[in-house]
């Protein structure tokens, strides 16, 4: 017990430098439209038991259990907030599982139940310390923005991604989807990952991309 304290005072007293660095305060104030993706990667083993917190306390993520996927950049889960703050850091946790079956003693249909055991994996994400300045204010600047965050999750470690997503109309075709500018972070604009799957996605501002249009409408 008491090298785990240890450790999660160590992991604690990191963030807590981290935050020295961080954006100024009143970017990130509530009022970010807010987009969590969580995933694994196909060969990590399945994790039980996670949750994801902010420095604030509250709860980013928090599955029973995590899958590894047959393809990178599948599975996991989508949350969605408004009106959100950016966290200066996230720790995820995850335990060793206990199960527990259960009969049922008239239809004799055994269930299981899941108790969580010992902390196996826990890592601190800097979050906003990493996001640059120009990223939150143009995240906050218009209508219909919201910041993608993609949380995902290896056996020994936790990479962070960033971008701001928009939907667009193309009044040419009639179709409406999704475009990604500022991306940022431990994973490449064209790696799958989250949404982050077509050439929708730019590392620049949207206005820059070969593939912007000017007539396009924002929703």
Known sequence: MKSLQSHILQLLSAALSLSACASPADLLQPGFGAIIHFESVPDAS???GIQAF???GRIVFSPNALDPPKKLGYGGGFLAYAGASVPQWVRVT???????YHTNSKTGKISRSLERGPIIGDHIVAVAPRIPEATLRYARGGKGRAILLIFRLHDNKVQLSWSVQET???P?????????SLYGGDLDCDEPGGMIQTVSCTAGYLQDAPWYKASWEFL
Request: proline share 4%; hydrophobic share 25%.
């Open 54 to 56: 902010s420095d604030s």
């Open 46 to 48: 399945v994790k039980y």
């Open 94 to 100: 995850w335990n060793t599982p206990i199960f527990h």
């Open 168 to 170: 667009v109309r193309d």
């Open 172 to 180: 040419d075709t009639g179709g409406t989807g999704r475009v990604y």
